[in-house]
C-alpha cells in the first residue's frame, strides 16, 4: 500500500472520529424537552380512545379510574413490559409518564434501567428501549406480559454466570418475547434524538399490533385469559388533603459510587403524588411534558449479588421476602414484601402483617441493595 493511500485513510479515520465527537457533544447537550423526528410523523398524540363517560372501571394493574371505552379497549390485550434505560445520555426518558407500574433497579455499573409495564394506558412514544436482565423477567413474570426489550444477556458464548442468562431463561419460560432482534422496523426504529445505544424507539400501539399478529392476544392457545389466576392488589382513594402527610424529600441510592444515580422524590401534598428529580433537576416526560410523578412509591430492599462475569452483570433476590418503604399520601409506611416463586405477585403488607392498599394511580417500586440507607 503506497503512502498516498495510507494519507487517504488516516484522514478519513480523523475525520470520522471528529464528526462523531461533534456528535456526541451536540446530542448530550441536549436539556428538557425535544422534538422527535419519526418515520411515522408525530406521535405525541398518546391515544384516541375516547374519554367520554363515567370514569369507574378500574385498571388491574394499579386501581386508577378510567371509562368503560378505555376498559373495552384494555380487556382485548395483554400486559405489556418495555425495558426502558436510565442512562444519563439517555434522558430525557420518553413514555413512562403513561405506564402503569414502574419497576426500577442498577443493570451494570450502578446504572439504573426500568421496566415499565402497560395495559390501561397508551403511550405515543417510549425510549430508549435497551436489552434484557434477569430480574426483570421475573417481575414481568406476575403479569403474564409481553416482554419489549432490545437483546439482552445471554450464555451463548459460555463467558457469563449462566444465572444472568436473561434470553436463555426467556425461551425456558416461555415469555412471549418481544424482541427487537426479531421483529425488527417498524415496530422498532432508532431515533436521531440521541445517539446509539441510547436511541431504539416504539410505541405501545406497534407493540400490541405485532403481539396480535403473533397470536399473542389476552388468551393463550387454550383460550384462558393472562388474568385468569392473576393477583390484584389492594386499591384505595387518596386520602383527604387534612389527612395528608408532609413527607420530606426522599432520596433512595442504588450504589454509592454512584451518585449522579440517586433518585430523588418530592412529594406534592395537594397533587399527592411524588415527583421525580435528578439532582435538583425535574425528570420530565418530553411525551407528556409532566414531570414523572406516581400516586405511591415503594422502595423494596432484596440482596445483590455480583456474578464476576466479564460483563458484571448482577443477580437480585427476587423471590422470598424483604423490607419495604412504601410512600403515599405523604407518609411512610414500614413494611415487608413478599414473592412465593417467579410467577407469584409480589405483596406488600404493613409491620402488622395487613396487606397495603395503594392509592389509585402510577406505581413506582425502586428495588436497591439490602443495607442501603433512604433518608426521607
Known sequence: MNKKVLLVIAGALVLYAASAGVSYLVFNSIKGPINITTPFGSLTDITSISEEGAKDQACPLNGALYTKTRKDAWEKRRPLGVMIENHL??????????????YEAVAEGGIPRQL???????????????????YYVDWLSEYDGLYSH???????????????????????????????FGLGFPTYWRGTDRLAPHNVHSTTTKLWQAAADRNWGPTDD???RWDKNFTIWKFKDDASLE???NQKPIAVPFWLSQPEYTQTWQYDKTA?????????????????????????????????TQTQDKDGHLLYGTTGS???????????????????????????????????????????????????????
Request: aromatic residues 8%; charged residues 25%.
Open 322 to 376: 424483604g423490607n419495604a418503604l412504601i410512600f403515599m399520601d405523604g407518609n411512610v409506611t414500614r413494611g415487608t414484601w413478599n414473592k412465593k416463586d417467579r410467577i407469584s405477585r409480589t405483596i406488600y403488607k404493613d409491620a402488622g402483617g395487613k396487606e397495603i392498599a395503594f392509592d389509585r394511580g402510577q406505581i413506582w417500586i425502586e428495588i436497591v441493595p439490602v443495607g442501603n440507607t433512604v433518608t426521607y
Open 272 to 304: 399527592n403524588v411524588y415527583k421525580k428529580y435528578y439532582g435538583t433537576e425535574a425528570a420530565v416526560d418530553p411525551l407528556t411534558k409532566e414531570n414523572l410523578a406516581p400516586k405511591n412509591l415503594i422502595v423494596q430492599f432484596e440482596v445483590e
Open 150 to 180: 432490545v437483546g439482552g444477556a445471554n450464555d451463548s458464548g459460555g463467558d457469563i454466570n449462566p444465572k444472568a442468562d436473561a434470553l436463555g431463561q426467556i425461551r425456558k419460560y416461555g415469555i412471549r418475547d418481544m424482541d427487537q
Open 222 to 224: 387454550n383460550g384462558v
Open 243 to 245: 389527612a395528608r402527610g
Open 89 to 102: 445520555d439517555a434522558r430525557p426518558i420518553i413514555g413512562l409518564s403513561r405506564a402503569d407500574v414502574i
Open 116 to 134: 415499565a409495564m402497560y395495559l390501561c394506558q397508551d403511550a405515543g412514544d417510549i425510549a430508549p428501549i435497551r436489552s434484557a436482565r434477569t
